[in-house]
């Protein structure tokens, strides 16, 4: 501290200085109108509000400078009620600020530490309580008590069992099979190869008999994102080229990150980009990642055609889709 | 009968039934201080009122529902397509409830205001010191609602079940996903079975509208209670001590002031309301797994987390059949969890470091405390940075750059930047200081010239008021701690390493360029 230094002396609170109001009884009165007129502009907001919401239909739109068309009734609404509440507020502070007293009050603070009597009591009464209970020197109470408290919080964990399902294998798994014929989406349409022009990406998702009520959970993991390339364009090792139909290629469209669909193919470079997290696959090296924060690959769906023509998946997918899990086991 | 006499006449019949007397005498009297920065929480707690009148106003219309529907409302574009309940009911409020729309934007506004005012009001009370003894259990619910904020936000916006909110949730429970062990079952569990499922609406519609707002209610009065009961902090001045408080009574000035500010933050909140659109939810689409915008991105409070999961490095580990994600779970939960942890726990950090146990009232000028300043403005940097990568697409497009350099330049950035901050604003603090020694010193540069006798220009100084001179140095200026590494009988003290590190952070603590003695000053008359 400095305590030996002897510091510049506090020269006390500065003297009050008086308002204008303070003083002048007109401009007491000046202000008590200042204040009037902001509550009646306040007033005024709430009428807007009232002609926007019973007059102004809500399919009039206005052009207003440098916001454009704006919807007239939202726009009265809004501005009413927040005219009326505004004025409501500068009025009220103004009043204080013209007219309430102004002058600086000084309350004094007390230390929060008790005197030491009575903090010793004080220590001394938790401190009988304590040993009154037998806390310290029954160890089998506290330990039971301990156990049995321990054990308590369990039921709560246990009666949130039913919040749902044990996942079991379900994550690793996807409704493609062998032989499932991929469809458009929309549309739900089996498609050719002829279908797909070199360049052009499609969405897939797996055939199935009751389209109408395809579950989200499904399209979750299903989602399926065709792209074709000329066939010498591809850098594959020979199973993989194996796995491609005609120059088309098919990696699951859900992020191998965090599950976000990767939505963003650039065709000049041929990397599928994830919107989320900027993860970023080279199609044309089975989806390897070149940039951004996912660890794996997109997982690559073997597809042919059958005798139609039409595309199918030749295998399932041979790891889990999307996000990783603790349980996953690939590598 | 006037004003007074009623009013006299209601504070009869309250205590003639309370006996409240004694107590609300005492507390009209109350003294609060001015000053612009006790506004932030001032604003916080109006917008949670806000947040309250709003959100109960949407509830009367939202149906916290994933079941399908085909949309048949006025929105043409979405005609014929389905859709969950929650959105559908969510169009409803904007296109056919009448102020539907202008409701939803004050509470989206709403929670943008609440969180920045609570962060505003987080800095105001660290870089002041104001967290100090006393007040350390108030810095904790503190903390402790600004998680609750952003947890609070995060679900709120997820609700309409929109293309980009969906997304949001599909990260969420990317996250539960990659927690080792059990990450797959809490997953299952949350969602009611496989992503999305038709559960996790409702259920984080009932945790949004009640659980949490019931936890912010209990926080908020408790923080209010502790405020009200110790009094508020003031900032150092002639007259102010640590022994008292300075400002206006609660009755009249200080009521007519506070209830106008809350009326001044909900009129501004309206005002942005009706000019601003946000979250313009048609605009997306209802959510589906398959599908994405491009430019997804949170609020802005959840934007530094996005930021860090976008530049975690792609490291995973594969080992015994398992996979644990360190690129989810070092930027989803590691870091934000030091951080949080370090936060909470800094009162307590600084005070065992400087040694001091005493009660403080009176805040501290940042540059009076250059290493808390530095390491508040080292851990703002660290976020800025990481909300810039979060923003990294849309900078990306907006200023024609590569997404892949931004990347770069934030991870490098990320662990460049903020040290370097550190040591920046601890200079800067110390330069500070002395241009405050010089001020007392030499006084204030008046702009005029004067030309001596012998043709030398100097420039004229005036002194600066005593009351100025009093602010300028009646901060404390302690002196590092001293911990020995032997005791008195020459006896090494035990945990050597601790108390080696607990000086060292002592030491670099009490930095300061000495402040002006009243010796100083007399010193400096007499030539």
């Not at chain 2, 204030?444 to 009093?470: D, M, N």
């Amino acid at each position: 501290m400095s305590n030996e230094i002897e510091a510049i002396k506090d020269p006390g609170l500065p003297a009050h200085v008086h308002r204008k109001a303070d003083t002048d009884p007109a401009a007491a009165d000046r202000a008590e109108r200042q204040v009037a007129t902001l509550f009646g502009i306040s007033a005024l907001g709430t009428v807007l509000l009232i002609v926007s919401y019973i007059f102004v239909p809500d399919d009039l739109f206005i052009f207003i400078p440098v916001m454009g068309n704006q919807n007239a009734h939202q726009l009265g609404l809004g501005l009413g009620m927040a005219i009326s509440l505004f004025f409501i507020g500068m009025g009220a502070i103004h009043w204080a600020k013209t007219l309430m007293p102004d002058t600086e009050v000084v309350a004094q603070r007390h230390e929060f530490r008790s005197p030491d009597s009575d903090r010793k009591e004080f220590v001394e009464a938790v401190k009988s309580g304590a040993s009154a209970s037998g806390l310290g020197r029954r160890s089998l109470i506290k330990r039971s008590l301990g156990a049995a408290l321990g054990l308590s919080a369990l039921s709560p964990l246990l009666l949130l069992r039913d919040l749902g399902p044990l996942p079991g294998k379900e994550l690793e798994k996807t409704t493609w099979k062998s032989g499932t014929y991929l469809v458009t989406d929309p549309g739900n349409r089996r498609i050719k190869s002829s279908d797909l022009e070199v360049g052009a990406v499609a969405q897939v998702l797996p055939e199935i008999e009751d389209p109408e009520h395809r579950k989200l959970s499904d399209i979750a993991k299903d989602a399926v994102l065709l792209i074709r390339l000329r066939p010498q364009e591809f850098n594959l090792e020979a199973d993989r080229l194996a796995m491609t139909h005609d120059g088309i290629i098919a990696f699951s469209k859900i992020c191998s990150h965090m599950g976000c669909a990767v939505a963003l193919y650039e065709q000049q470079t041929k990397h599928l980009l994830c919107p989320c997290h900027q993860s970023t696959f080279d199609v044309t090296r089975a989806a390897k990642v070149i940039f951004g924060p996912s660890a794996r690959p997109l997982p690559q769906l073997d597809i042919t055609i059958d005798g139609e023509g039409y595309l199918v998946a030749r295998k399932p997918f041979s790891e889990p889709v999307g996000p990783s899990f603790w349980e996953r086991n690939s590598q | 009968m006037t004003v007074e006499t009623q009013l006299g006449n209601v504070a009869n019949y309250v205590d003639e039934r309370t006996g409240a007397a004694a107590w609300m005498k005492k507390n009209l009297q109350k003294v609060f201080p001015d000053h612009w920065s006790f506004l932030l929480g001032e604003v916080a707690l109006y917008s949670f009122v806000i947040l309250l009148l709003s959100g109960t106003f949407l509830t009367f219309w939202f149906d916290p529902s994933q079941r399908e529907v085909i949309y048949e409302g006025s929105y043409e574009p979405l005609e014929g397509i389905k859709m969950s309940a929650a959105y559908a009911s969510t169009l409803h409020i904007s296109f056919e409830v009448r102020g539907g729309l202008l409701m939803r934007q004050i509470h989206h506004w709403a929670a943008l205001i609440f969180m920045a005012a609570i962060v505003a009001h987080l800095m105001r009370v660290f870089f002041t010191g104001a967290f100090r003894k006393p007040r350390e259990g108030n810095w904790i619910i503190g903390i402790g609602l600004l998680t609750l904020g952003i947890v609070e936000g995060f679900l709120g916006y997820s609700l309409p079940d929109d293309l980009l909110s969906g997304t949001g949730i599909r990260i969420a429970e990317a996250i539960i996903q990659a927690l080792p062990v059990v990450g797959s079952y809490l997953a299952y569990f949350a969602f009611g079975g496989a992503f999305p499922g038709e559960a996790f609406i409702p259920r984080i519609y009932i945790v949004h509208v009640l659980l949490l707002p019931g936890a912010f209610l209990a926080l908020i009065t408790a923080h209010l209670m502790m405020v009200w009961y110790q009094k508020h902090t003031q900032y150092p001045g002639p007259g102010r001590t640590e022994k008292n408080v300075v400002g206006y009574p609660l009755m009249p000035t200080y009521m007519a002031k506070a209830g106008g500010f809350f009326f001044i933050v909900f009129g501004v909140t309206a005002f942005l309301a009706a000019v601003a659109s946000i979250n313009p939810i048609w605009l997306y689409g209802p959510y589906t797994p398959g599908q994405i915008s491009a430019g997804s991105q949170p609020d802005w409070y959840m934007g530094w987390l996005d930021g860090l999961v976008r530049m975690a490095p792609p490291i995973e580990t594969h080992a015994f059949g398992h996979t644990i994600s360190w690129n989810i779970l070092i930027p989803g939960l590691i870091i934000p969890g030091i951080l949080f942890t370090g936060m909470a726990l800094y009162p307590f950090i600084e005070s065992w470091i400087t040694g001091d146990k005493r009660e403080h009232h009176l805040l501290d000028r940042p540059r009076n405390a250059p290493n808390r300043t530095a390491l508040g403005v080292m851990s703002l940097t660290f976020v800025m940075v990481t909300l810039i990568n979060g923003g990294n697409d849309i900078i990306a497009t907006h200023f024609d750059l590569s997404i892949n350099q931004i990347m770069w330049g934030t991870r490098f950035g990320v662990l460049i930047l903020p040290p370097l901050a550190f040591i920046i604003t601890k200079r800067l603090c110390l330069s500070l200081q002395r241009a405050d020694r010089e001020l007392v010193l030499h006084g204030r540069e008046t702009g005029t010239l004067l030309r001596l006798p012998h043709g030398e220009f100097v420039e004229v100084h005036e002194p600066i008021s005593p009351e100025k001179a009093y602010l300028l140095t009646s901060h404390e200026q302690a002196p590092p701690l001293e911990l020995p590494a032997v005791d008195g009988r020459g006896v090494k003290r035990a945990g050597a390493l601790r108390n080696k590190l607990r000086a060292r952070m002592s030491i670099a603590n009490a930095e300061q360029i000495t402040k002006v003695s009243a010796d100083d000053l007399k010193e400096i008359e007499h030539h």
